[in-house]
């Protein structure tokens, strides 16, 4: 209803909605002010499925999302710890930062090759 009230108000505000249900995507495309290039709609339980999906297809899939949206850090080191235990947990303590590339990687190099 919120999303219909600012719609109504002002047509061209971009809306992002979270929805829990996925058939509730449908009543957002009656919309008559929707606009599927600009207006965005997140479902949860699609979100859900489809990373459960994705897991099938690739284990540990699911894991590696975990780790990059959740911050942990790695203080103690136990001798008694396996070397696999150890080495997970240094990689779930890195940290992830996104960078702009210059124009030089972006349209002068062809291959993976060229930028090595």
Known sequence: MRVISIKNYHSDAKIIVQLLQYHNKMHLMNIPAWNNNTDEAVCIAELKLG?????????????MIANIFAMRSDTEDSPDRSMWLKEYLRGASLEMYTETLSNYFVHDLKNFSDAA
């Open 51 to 63: 990373l459960i999906a994705e897991s099938c297809l690739n284990p540990g899939f699911s894991t």
